[in-house]
């Protein structure tokens, strides 16, 4: 197992332990107990160097684990390895192993020049299936498009 999917499908705790974790005050609504508390979080990923943060709730355990979450996806968005296969049944943007699943489809993208049709033919499914899939989540749909516009020259 590579390892970008070894930090992918590991637990809060295990890559928390890989991570500096900030507490700090967040803004906006919320009231007294948000602007008064270190409820915000931003984690820092030290083997990869990402980072990201969340301050969306009052609760400073929620907002780590959404942190990570979004650390989670920002390595499947930027990690490229060697395809793999995906799970059979589709996987909902929720699920632990969402990120994990959109680091395999962008593996087999980036292998096909990020060519759709191409990409679905490998992994075996329609390329309706696989468009449908990279829509549904904006980051990972304008990830996939902003790296197919690379080779045409387009800011």
Known sequence: MEQRDLWLCSSDDELSAQCVLEFFKGSGNGGQKRNKTS?????????????AE??????QHANRHKALQKLRLKIALNIRCAPGNLPRSAVSLIHEDYPWCCAVLLDHLAAFNWQPKLASESLGMS??????????DPALWQHVNSKRLIPLNVP
């Open 39 to 51: 409820s915000a979080v931003r984690v820092r990923h030290i083997p990869s160097g990402f980072s």
């Open 54 to 59: 969340d301050c969306s709730g009052r609760s």
């Open 127 to 136: 390329t309706s299936k696989l468009i449908k899939y990279l829509y549904r």
